[in-house]
């Protein structure tokens, strides 16, 4: 079953905790991508990764880092949780065709109080 | 730079009627594709459908079609016949030669389909 796995759904953490992000894809697809969803806004990208330890920041990546370390695993940390950090995060993946579609995860709400 | 603007926030319609969505889009770039995703109340996002901005043909996938104005840079979503399940966020998303790595989104469209 091609699926993009997020985990965890649901978060809540203090301001100036650290937060890890994970998300999984049984596709083989190089590339991967975090996005952001917050209300008016749609989706804004974070972090893109191309295949293992090659990423790129993407229109919103202060206060964020990533990591790749294997090519079905992407992870998103937030060191120092921040309140303005809360959002909806969605990981999607795709192949690196040109005319390729993604395939989000189901999101993980994070709450920073 | 590549920038997808959806206008119409919400649109409410009764069940079995005709939708449709807006959606224009900026790019420089001679060769994109266009994509409609739909959001569920449950938040998953998933893909619909796609037209390649070469084709003249508008693309159709069940009950979703595409209108493609290439002069007037707009890919608006149709939904025939529409139903309850209908009820979702869309986005329009454009996927451009120059940056083909990275899919631009709008800020989304709810349609609320009534009984």
């Known amino acids: 079953d091609m699926k993009v796995t997020q985990m965890p759904r649901y978060l809540i953490k203090r301001m100036g905790e650290n937060v890890l992000l994970e998300c999984g894809q049984d596709?083989?697809?190089?590339?991967m991508y975090w996005y952001r969803q917050d209300p008016g806004l749609g989706l804004q990208l974070i972090y893109i990764?191309?295949?293992?330890?090659?990423?790129s920041e993407g229109d919103i990546p202060k206060g964020y880092r990533v990591s790749r370390k294997k090519r079905e695993h992407f992870s998103l940390i937030l060191d120092s949780a921040k309140t303005n950090q809360t959002s909806v995060y969605f990981c999607?993946?795709?192949?690196?065709?040109?005319?390729?579609?993604?395939?989000f995860g189901s999101g993980t709400r994070l709450l920073v109080i | 730079a590549q920038k997808v603007t959806q206008t119409q926030t919400s649109i409410s319609v009764m069940e079995k009627t005709t939708v449709t969505m807006d959606c224009v889009y900026e790019?420089?770039?001679?060769?994109?594709?266009l994509f409609w995703y739909k959001q569920t109340a449950s938040g998953e996002i998933v893909f619909l459908i796609r037209?390649?901005?070469?084709?003249?043909e508008n693309a159709t996938v069940g009950h979703y079609s595409l209108n493609f104005q290439k002069p007037k840079s707009s890919i608006g979503l149709i939904i025939t016949a529409t139903q309850i399940e209908d009820s979702a966020v869309y986005f329009c998303a454009m996927r451009a030669m120059s940056n083909y790595n990275v899919l631009y989104f709008g800020s989304g469209t709810k349609l609320t389909v009534e009984p």
């Open positions: 990764s191309y295949d293992v330890d090659s990423n």
């Open positions: 596709m083989s697809h190089e590339t």
């Open positions: 999607a993946s795709s192949r690196t065709d040109f005319n390729s579609d993604y395939t």
């Open positions: 037209q390649d901005s070469y084709k003249k």
């Open positions: 790019t420089q770039d001679s060769s994109y594709f």
